[in-house]
């Protein structure tokens, strides 16, 4: 089965700029890969940032976006907040199975 | 506003079953695919099941198929997990999600000891 690859951790200074990445074992992420991203803090349910590379949700703050990048989704952070300091998954689609990145545990500090 | 609540979770021994039920209200439930993810103690997430949006065609994950069905009822808005033959690594907190709408559950904890 294909394996999504993420950065097992980031950190990113308040208020600057940082690229999350999501890669597949099968090749580049194309867009009909349909990335998602995620973000979940301790103790709480998931929450949907990103669909479809690019999209934001109504809730999805300014500061996020996401992108195809170099064969891989990605999401950029810009003007990183204390709040932001969580987990991050993507999601990807091949042939209609889903699978999960590891996460990437993002630390602002 | 979205909403999804999941029910049905429990301790149960190995090789015993658990029916999770999750309950849709706020969005077109009957117009998304839905999903079955699960989260393991301190691991990251994993998909389980999906289930396209009248309930014809479904999906699982490798670790689960021939052992869980995911099937849905739009008539009463509620997504279902029948989970039979389970084992002790099915332990996980078990999160409904509409994936697409972006609404996620609080998640049922389902213990097999």
């Known amino acids: 089965q294909a394996v999504v690859t993420q950065e097992p951790s980031l950190t990113v200074s308040p208020g600057g700029t940082v690229t999350l990445t999501c890669g597949f074992s099968?090749?580049?992420?194309?867009?009909?890969?349909?990335p998602f991203w995620f973000q979940q803090k301790p103790g709480q349910a998931p929450r949907t940032l990103i669909y479809?590379?690019?999209n934001k949700y109504s809730w999805t703050p300014a500061r996020f976006s996401g992108s195809l990048l170099g064969g891989k989704a990605a999401l950029t952070l810009s003007g990183a907040q204390p709040e932001d300091e969580a987990e991050y998954y993507c999601l990807l689609f091949n042939g209609g199975i889903a699978v999960f990145g590891g996460g990437t545990q993002l630390t602002v500090l | 506003e979205m909403q999804l609540v999941e029910s049905g979770g429990g301790l149960v021994q190995p090789g015993g079953s658990l029916g999770l039920s999750c309950a849709a209200s706020g969005f077109s439930f009957s117009g998304h695919w839905m999903y079955w993810v699960r989260q393991a103690p301190g691991k990251g997430l994993v998909w389980v099941a999906k289930?396209?949006?009248?309930?014809?065609?479904?999906q699982y994950a490798d670790s689960v198929k021939g052992r869980f069905t995911i099937s849905r009822d739009n008539a009463k808005n509620t997504l279902y997990l029948q989970m039979n033959s389970l084992r002790v690594d099915d332990t996980a907190l078990y999160y409904c999600?509409?994936?697409?709408?972006?609404?996620w559950g609080q998640g049922t904890l389902v213990t097999v000891s």
């Open positions: 999600a509409g994936v697409r709408p972006g609404c």
């Open positions: 289930i396209n949006s009248d309930g014809t065609s479904t």
């Open positions: 099968t090749g580049a992420v194309a867009s009909g890969h349909l």
């Open positions: 479809d590379a690019n």
